[in-house]
Nanobody
Framework: EVQLVEFGGGLEQPGGSQRISCAAF????????MRWFRQAPGQEREAVSC????????SYADSVKGRFTISRDNAKNTVYLQMNSLKPEDTAMYYC?????????????????WGQGTQVTVSS
């Protein structure tokens, strides 16, 4: 059984930094692209960032470009999202998902495995 488990999150002040991670179990991790999504209450789900299985390609939503960095450690079956210069509008539930590619335009299509999410709240 495939499981994705997110770690990290919590309350952070504007301008602060936070790193969330997602550990994969029962998955050929290195063969899967990993994408972070987020969803705030009353808003549509947004694709935040994606990284291919090799780690050689990454992509970012315009809203986080230059502030967020996605990375992965295939030896640990874990993907990370380093979030810097956090803004209140980054407040959302963050989900990791495993799929076959970092397609464009970014979507949830092809991402069949999902974590349960971790809440990130940016507020003073």
């Amino acid at each position: 059984e495939v499981q994705l488990v997110e770690f990290g999150g919590g309350l952070e002040q504007p301008g602060g930094s936070q790193r969330i991670s997602c550990a994969a179990f029962g998955l050929a991790f290195g063969h899967h692209a990993m994408r972070w999504f987020r969803q705030a209450p009353g808003q549509e789900r947004e694709a935040v960032s994606c990284i291919l299985g090799s780690g050689r390609f990454t992509s970012y939503a315009d809203s986080v470009k230059g502030r967020f960095t996605i990375s992965r450690d295939n030896a640990k079956n874990t993907v990370y999202l380093q979030m810097n210069s956090l803004k209140p509008e980054d407040t959302a539930m963050y989900y990791c998902a495993a799929g076959l590619s970092c397609s464009y335009p970014p979507s949830s299509a092809g991402f069949h495995y999902w974590g349960q999410g971790t809440q990130v709240t940016v507020s003073s």
